[in-house]
């Protein structure tokens, strides 16, 4: 069975600062890997994907990806965080002989101070 | 990408009730997901809608719970019913698109459900 760990439950950061969300994944098969962004009362925003080819996936708002494969991560990155960038993140898998299902990991609450 | 309408957007029930949810989607699509994300927790799969069959529902979730309609390819409900409080979830409409393995899930705003 698949699984997805996000492994911070909370991060708090201060502006500027770089930050680092974790997210690790078991599965007995290929996999697809988003990260998805989740501001106050609104919906899920994808953030960036990883399907195949470069290990390393940039995404929206300044963020990137690295797919790991011999340790099953997916650790999305960003150098200098804004304020803007509080929110909740989740990472998710998918197996990639089906579409659109996918399974979240438990979120991990980014907080930005100044 | 598709851009997805659910309604209502929140709603406060008595327990005993049913709430219908409603999502439309601005473009054809193949399939369409149903998830639940409980208070300060992640989302969680109630179930796939294809259109022209029944709903596939994950384990843990049961069409009487939670029956679900796709009349069309633009279109799909869920309906929360006989609520208790539990129930009180954010529910999310997701859906995928016709580019296959390459596509990505897009998810609606969610309709804020309370259950008093």
């Known amino acids: 069975a698949q699984s997805v760990t996000q492994l911070d439950s909370q991060v708090p950061v201060f502006e500027e600062a770089p930050v680092e969300l974790r997210c690790n994944y078991s599965s007995s098969v290929s996999v697809y890997l988003f990260w998805y962004v989740q501001y106050p009362n609104q919906g899920l925003q994808l953030l960036l994907k990883?399907?195949?080819?470069?290990?390393l996936v940039k995404g929206i708002n300044g963020f990137e990806a690295e797919f790991n494969k011999s340790q099953t991560s997916f650790h999305l990155r960003k150098p200098s965080v804004h304020i803007s960038d509080t929110a909740e993140y989740f990472c998710a898998v998918r197996k990639n002989n089906q579409g659109g299902k996918l399974i979240f990991g438990q979120g991990t609450e980014l907080s930005v101070k100044p | 990408s598709a851009v997805i309408s659910q309604k209502p957007s929140r709603d406060i029930c008595q327990r005993g009730t049913s709430l219908t949810i409603q999502c439309q989607v601005d473009s054809q699509v193949t399939m369409m997901f149903w998830y639940r994300q409980q208070p300060g927790q992640s989302l969680t799969l109630i179930a796939t809608a294809n259109q022209g069959s029944e709903a596939t529902y994950e384990s843990g979730f049961v069409i009487d719970k939670f029956p679900i309609s796709r009349p069309n390819l633009t279109f799909s409900t869920l309906t929360v019913s006989n609520m208790s409080p539990e129930d009180s979830s954010i529910y999310l409409c997701s859906v995928t698109g016709w580019g296959g393995v390459n596509t990505e899930a897009f998810f609606g705003q969610g309709t804020r459900l309370t259950v008093v």
């Open positions: 990883y399907l195949s080819g470069s290990t």
